[in-house]
């Protein structure tokens, strides 16, 4: 393996090479990269040059480093989704060509409380409170906590195991979701995600907070994804104005 020449910066040779390696499956995800000594003789440019192109490519979220162990490759993401698209996660996956199932961890009816009463703007109603992994292709890569109102379910809890919650609720035709307010933010450590999604410490997830409206103007559903960060893509297109 060598850089070639080229008008470029040497780094940036380095960094595209390095990519096309990964990809190509020369390194495999999670897989220890050899040395900085071994890898800048293989690639033929200076310990300098390397970290450079080493320190972009953890930016990029491409490797990743454990101090006083080395340096691995990440995982790519299997699933790339624009944030501005109101989709289900179960559309999701199917758009990556993946097959999604889902994994129940618990799911009750439960009295408004204070809380809920505030956010849903009534005190005399029930929710349907649904804990669920979501999976691609078999593997976890979503864990979810939902709060829907069960009158927006029209048959109960009965069949929300395999189904979309967005199915579950617009299934009789009286209620369609036409938006959301959502919140993303990094998330490092939360104990019941890093369980349900058997992540470790060097892992991240990215949580994904929405009240989702009826196109009347109705809240009926809020929920917390918490999306692996390594299975995960968004993207949002953003308009001049």
């Known amino acids: 393996m060598f850089v070639k020449k080229d008008p470029r910066h040497l780094y940036i040779q380095v960094i595209e090479r390095l990519k096309q390696e990964i990809q190509s499956g ?3 995800r999670h897989e220890r990269l050899p040395s900085e000594a071994k890898l800048s003789e293989m690639l033929g440019v200076s310990r300098a040059t390397l970290r450079e ?5 953890e930016e990029e979220k491409v490797i990743f480093r454990k101090h006083g162990v080395g340096t691995f ?3 790519q993401p299997m699933v790339m989704s624009g944030i501005e698209q109101l989709s ?9 060509n ?3 199932g889902t994994i129940v961890r618990e799911m009750s009816v439960i009295p408004m409380t204070g809380e809920y009463a505030e956010r849903f703007h009534s005190a005399d109603k029930k929710l349907v409170q649904i804990k669920r992994i979501r999976t691609a292709d078999g593997e976890p890569v979503v864990y979810c906590a939902d709060l829907v109102l069960l009158e927006c379910l029209p048959e109960g809890i009965e069949g929300l195991n395999d189904m979309s919650l967005f199915d579950a609720i617009e299934k ?7 938006q959301a307010v ?3 933010e990094p998330v490092s450590h ?10 470790d410490a060097a892992q991240s997830l990215l949580l994904l907070s929405q009240e989702h409206f009826s196109e009347e103007g109705k809240m009926v559903l809020y929920s917390e994804n918490f999306f692996r960060a390594d299975k995960f893509k968004f993207h949002v297109v953003r308009k001049r104005v």
């Open 26 to 28: 020369l390194f495999q």
């Open 53 to 57: 192109a080493l320190r972009v490519l």
């Open 73 to 75: 490759v990440a995982s």
């Open 88 to 96: 289900s996660i179960t559309t999701m996956i199917r758009n990556a």
């Open 98 to 100: 993946m097959e999604p």
């Open 172 to 178: 009789s035709g009286a209620i369609q979701i036409g």
């Open 182 to 184: 959502a919140e993303i």
């Open 190 to 199: 939360h104990p019941e995600a890093f369980d349900a999604l058997s992540c």
